[in-house]
């Protein structure tokens, strides 16, 4: 699928935000640096990652069960 900004902004969590979860899925490091979902508008990625992004599964955390 080819990202857009709306794709984006319409998968954020309740709180706003994004999930480390997300971002990783996107191919980026945690944390995101400024501008990073500008500079993803237009590329393709599959629909294994669209469908991790769109979960919104928070990431799990080290040390917690």
Do not use: H, Y
């Amino acid at each position: 699928m080819i990202v857009t900004r709306k794709w984006i902004n319409d998968n954020k969590t309740k709180g706003g935000a994004w999930t480390k979860s997300q971002v990783n899925a996107l191919g980026l490091p945690w944390p995101p640096l400024v501008g990073w979902a500008r500079r993803l508008e237009g590329s393709v990625i599959t629909d294994d990652k669209r469908k991790i992004f769109e979960a919104k599964i928070p990431a799990k955390r080290k040390g917690k069960k």
